[in-house]
C-alpha cells in the first residue's frame, strides 16, 4: 500500500531523518518513490521506478547534509494501475497559474465515474496512473470553478466530492501552502506530528535502529511539522480526521 510523506517549515530544513525513515517503507511498497523540494515557486524531483529501500539515489538523498527546502512532499508506491515506469512514478507536477503544482495519492479511485468521468481534462496525462489522471482532473476543476489556492474550503468541498469515486488520500502544493488531505473513509492513514522549541529528548525512527537528538539537529527558532501515513518516529503522532484536509504554510497550521 502506497505511503506519503509532507514536511512544511518556517525556515529550510534538512530532510535526511524523516527521508531515511520514510525511505524503508519502500520495503513494502516495491514500485517506486519519489520526492520533491521547493525552492520558492520552483521544484526539484527526484524519483524512480524501483524500490526505494535499494535505491543509490535514495539513500544518497537521506544521507545528503544540504538537501534542504521549506518543503517537501514524498510517495513510496506499490502499483495498482499502470506499468513501473517514470511516467507512473509519483509525485506529479503541472505547470498551472504560473507555479509548479505537485501531488502526490495514496489510494485508487475510479477515473471513469462520477466527477472524474464528467470532466473534460484541460491538462492530459503523461502515464497510464489513475493518480496523476486524478491531478488533472483537480486542476481542471480549479480552472473552471475559478478556485484560488487560498479558497481552502472551498478546495476542501472538491476534494471531498472526487473522495466518492474511490480512496483518497492527497498530499500536494503550489509551493506556498502544504495541502494534506485524509480519505473520508479512512483507508490506509494520514497523520502528523509538530517540531518546535524546545526539543527534548532522542527521537528514534520506527523502522530502523537510529535516533538522533533534535536539539543537535534543529535551531531554536525553528518550527514546522511532518505528515506520512503512518508514525515514522516514537514521537507524538496525531491523526487527521477522515474527509479533513489541513493546510500548512510557513510551519503552521493555517486550516
Known sequence: MCELLGMNFNQPVRCTFS?????????NNPHGWGIARYEGN????FKEPLNAARSQLADFLGNYDKFSSK?????????????LLLENTHPFSRTFRKREVVLAHNGTVNISQGILGATSLKFRPIGQTDSEYLMCALLTEFSSRRIQFSDFHAIENLLRQVNTTGNMNLIFSEGEHLYCYRDQNGHNGLCWTERCSPFSGKVSLQDEDWEIRLADEKSVDQHGYVIASHPLTNEKWHDV???KMLVLKDGQLIY
Open 42 to 45: 520552483v521544484c526539484q524531483i
Open 19 to 27: 527521508f531515511r525513515g520514510f525511505r524503508h517503507r519502500g520495503v
Open 241 to 243: 480526521s477522515p474527509g
Open 71 to 83: 518543503m517537501f512532499i514524498g510517495h513510496v508506491r506499490f502499483a495498482t494501475r499502470g506499468n
